[in-house]
């Protein structure tokens, strides 16, 4: 039994010092002065701006890569075009790739001089230190989520439901929105939750493409970071850090929520 | 059948087409624009320009750190996914969701977080900001649960019947795992420790505020490449940048050649 | 039918000079400016909308290292207005059409503020730094951010350069003394703010930055003071409107930074005011230094970027070169 009892609290004392410890520190340090000055602190106009951008740009990237994650699992799984399994790398590449790769890679092609940057400027569009670049770099890092959960889950399933719809005569989007959709919605939902989190909290890509300026293209974790290393404001960088660990928090009690719906249909597990 | 078949094959090539464009835009054009911006001028200018003490540091930091952090999770990774399938106690499912939150948080609250507790005002008088030490705990933090999600799921289909057979037979605790549990597991935990290694490899956010800002000291290979592109060094950002490219891909490829020979072994 | 289009028509243009009108009270102005001024502004911008001219004017605010500032401007980083560290930095702006020519013709040259580069040290100054010289004795930890980011940095070397002419030395003696102090630099922060932080963390023995900078973390009550040695470089600091939308918003706030009431707020935050009246009024807090001198002292910043910073052949790119970091460009 001793050596049930090393690797359990061996294990959950490693949690709670890599973990528990560091997140637990946020909410001490945010509300240690009380709730009017984290209230302050997150209310201010910089940081309510912070917010409203990241939600704005979460709102367009999450459907997107939703919509793309399912195609894209179809794409993969059941049809097969050559050229699919480099698809399959490519998709899984952001879940490998820093983010200030990223970055760097969507600078250098918006870039004045860049590839597309070039004749982009030209017409006045401007994609870098503004919305489209926050937007993309965002897009690129939340791709992965609902392609890997989905792609699982149409292998296992298979096509028999969905070639006994089609010899009765159902055309391909019934079988899609009657028999695949709904074999695959909780995986698509789990991959959304995922999906958003990463859409909200990312920082290294968004950090290189967006300039950063207070109240124009800052987003929030941006702001966490501005807000500490402008010394006077560490506590607005706690409060800003709360809502997002709030936010996580959520994002992990719906994880567990719809992972189990998954599970319970035996489809997780990549 | 074949009428059928042609039918719900019409929508996909669209559908394809779609998802390949967006891949297209959203990822492969970027990266082939990194890819050319950091081999511009071949080999020769490479090792010239973006090939320098500093960045060399940077990597050889990266790479040893990352493969510090990766013994590390072997063996808190696999303990952990062991406890939470195998062990019971209060709280064991909280515990388990837990486990997820560095996936959730983002980075810069996680570096945050870690450099105050840590940092100069440290809540536990542990001072180990702007060292190599504060950059692993921010490493270990990001990837935590990486190797607990690869193992747990085949822990738990794992058939007892044989390390019961064999305890019967008179193997000791140890003997079981190691002869019969752990080859079992190997293809995941080398899964998850290819992720963790790779996700160790290019953390940025967590490891900014921590770090500082001391080269050869605590500056990994991506503070390396955002300090290089903030100076106006494009060329040696991307340089080290292809670099970091072509290490991701060299994961995925071990970890999709792992699948691989896991799915085959199963049969 | 043709009534109710006309009225129509009238009810859209109606709703159009409204929000035209609308629109036109409610300016952003976007400001790109160095790392130090993160308090100040926000206080500036605030007495600037309770001015007649100011009202309805909003501020979305950027601050980062100099250099890095600059050349994000220049790359589309939107500005309406820029305050940099050194000069060249909005000459990069000026050279980009972003900027006019004619930034420096006004009753300060183009400078809004001015400041000096000061020794921030810790509560008891542990190890005795006084002078120069004591920067580059053995166990002495200096920080100062990277040169070829941080306009600051370029102030504080080339204060540091100065002040061993001052002190009588060579050229070449300056540059020996030079390459000791990068020895001594224990970090390579981008830009002052971030070196400031450092050296608050607790690297470092002592840190080279702005009295302003200094002068803020004081406020803040951090456990430090700050000395100013007695050679030492004034800083000044440039302010531009750049060439946007919001060029004529913009240049009537950059006027308003030159007024007393402005510049009052600027010394009161800690930076030097330029208009001589108010600094006589503030001379306890910023004492004047026996061997102060200009960086026309050295040969003015167009020179001394090249001849000191270019990022391959300058003075101090060899030095950093042989140490074995690495260099812009």
Known sequence: MTARRLVRYGSLGYLALILIAPVGLIFWRAFEHGFGTFWTAISNPDAMHALKLTLEVAVVAVPLNSIFGVLCGLAIVRHRIPGMGIVNAVVDLPMALSPVVVGLALYLLYANNGWFGTWLNEHGVRVLFAYPGILLATIFVSLPFVVREVVPVLREIGTEQEDAAATLGANAFTIFRRITLPAIQWAVVYGVVLTMARALGEFGAVAIVSGGLAGRTQTMTQYVQAAYENGANETGAYAASVVLAAIAILTLALMTVFGQREDSLGHRGA | ?267 | MRRSVSVLLALAALAAATTAGAAKKDTNLALAAYSIPTAVFPKLEAAYSATPAGNGVKFSNSFAASEVQSKAVAAGLPADVVNFSISTDVDRLVGAKLVDKNWTKNKYSGFVSKSVVVFVLRNGNPKHIKTWDDLVKPGVDVVFPNPFSSGGARWDVMAAYGAMLREGKTHKQAIAYLTQLFKHNVSQDTSGRNALNTFLAGRGDVLLTYESDAKSAQAQGKPVFYAIPKATLQIETPLAAVNTGNKAEATKFVNWLYTPVAQTIWADNGFRPVDLNVLRTYKKQFPPRPQLFRIGYVGGWTKVNTQFFDPTSGIIAKIEQSLGVSTGG
């Open chain 2, 1 to 267: 059948m074949p009428r059928a078949r042609r039918r719900a094959l019409g929508a996909p090539t669209l559908s394809s087409g779609v998802a390949l464009g967006y891949l297209s835009v959203v990822v492969l054009i970027p990266l082939a624009a990194l890819v050319a911006k950091g081999t511009q001028g071949g080999w020769h200018h490479f090792w010239q320009v973006a090939w320098n003490p500093e960045a060399q540091a940077a990597l050889k930091l990266t790479l040893g750190l990352a493969l510090a952090v990766v013994g590390i999770n072997a063996v808190t990774g696999t303990a952990l996914a062991w406890t939470l399938v195998r062990d019971n106690f209060v709280g064991k499912r909280f515990v388990n969701a837990l486990i997820d939150l560095p996936f959730a948080l983002p980075t810069i609250v996680a570096g945050l977080t870690l450099l105050a507790l840590y940092g100069p005002k440290s809540a536990v008088h542990v001072y180990a900001a702007y060292t190599r030490w504060g950059v692993l705990m921010a490493l270990l933090f990001v990837t935590l649960p990486f190797v607990v999600r690869t193992v747990q799921p085949v822990l738990i289909e794992l058939d007892r019947e044989m390390e019961e057979a064999a305890a019967s037979l008179g193997a000791n605790r140890f003997t079981i795992f190691r002869r019969i549990v752990f080859p079992h597991l190997l293809p995941a935990l080398l899964s998850g420790l290819a992720l963790a290694f790779a996700r160790a490899i290019g953390e940025f956010g967590a490891v900014i505020l921590i770090a500082g800002n001391l080269p050869f000291k605590t500056e990994v290979a991506p503070l390396y490449v955002f300090q290089r592109l903030e100076s106006g060094d494009t060329e040696g950002a991307a340089g080290l940048a292809v670099l970091l490219l072509v290490i991701s891909l060299a994961v995925l490829l071990g970890i999709g050649g792992l699948r691989r020979y896991a799915t085959r072994h199963d049969r």
